[in-house]
T-cell receptor, first 113, second 113 residues
Framework: AQSVTQLDSQVPVFEEAPVELRCNYSSSVSVYLFWYVQYPNQGLQLLLK??????LVESINGFEAEFNKSQTSFHLRKPSVHISDTAEYFCAVTHTGGFKTIFGAGTRLFVKA | DTGVSQDPRHKITKRGQNVTFRCDPI?????LYWYRQTLGQGPEFLTY????????KSRLLSDRFSAERPKGSFSTLEIQRTEQGDSAMYLC???????????FGPGTRLTVL
């Protein structure tokens, strides 16, 4: 069975500081990995995904995540956050032969001025 | 707006009543998912449709929960004999064939009194 663990429920950080949101997964088969973001009063939207190829994937707004198979991790990073990055971030996994997507419990990123 | 829509956005019902929610996916998407999300948790997978075929479902859908997608377009999720523990946000998502990302609707918030 698959599972996703997001190690931090809340991450407060000052504007322009770097941030890392941690995600570890458990699966006995190959997986696809995703980060979704939910801004206040909005629906979930895809931030970035790893399907295959380069283990480092990037989003259009400066986030990146690296797939580490040996550590079964897919941590999300940004070198300098903005106030507008305040949101809840969900890590998710789907095994490559299936349809069921498992989400982590989410990490609330709070960017302070 | 051509995104995923859900109706109603809010539903308050009394324990024991039946409720039905509707999801209209993005028109060209043949994949459709239902999730349930409670406070402080990530979305919990309920079921998956590819066109009109229900290909995967969680154990939750074997009891009071049922979902349909009769013509491969919109979908309904019905909860019979609602319980207070059913209070949650019910999310629908859709995706195009051959891709794994999902586009989420705004959700239906159910409150069972």
């Amino acid at each position: 069975a698959q599972s996703v663990t997001q190690l931090d429920s809340q991450v407060p950080v000052f504007e322009e500081a770097p941030v890392e949101l941690r995600c570890n997964y458990s699966s006995s088969v190959s997986v696809y990995l995703f980060w979704y973001v939910q801004y206040p009063n909005q629906g979930l939207q895809l931030l970035l995904k790893y399907l295959s190829g380069s283990t480092l994937v990037e989003s259009i707004n400066g986030f990146e995540a690296e797939f580490n198979k040996s550590q079964t991790s897919f941590h999300l990073r940004k070198p300098s956050v903005h106030i507008s990055d305040t949101a809840e971030y969900f890590c998710a996994v789907t095994h490559t032969g299936g349809f069921k997507t498992i989400f982590g419990a989410g990490t609330r990123l709070f960017v302070k001025a | 707006d051509t995104g995923v829509s859900q109706d109603p956005r809010h539903k308050i019902t009394k324990r024991g009543q039946n409720v039905t929610f509707r999801c209209d996916p993005i028109s060209e998407h043949n994949r459709l998912y239902w999730y349930r999300q409670t406070l402080g948790q990530g979305p919990e997978f309920l079921t998956y449709f590819q066109n009109e075929a229900q290909l995967e479902k969680s154990r939750l859908l074997s009891d009071r929960f049922s979902a349909e997608r009769p013509k491969g377009s919109f979908s309904t999720l019905e909860i019979q004999r609602t319980e207070q523990g059913d209070s949650a946000m019910y999310l629908c998502a859709s995706g195009p064939s051959g891709y794994n990302e999902q586009f989420f609707g705004p959700g239906t918030r159910l409150t069972v009194l």
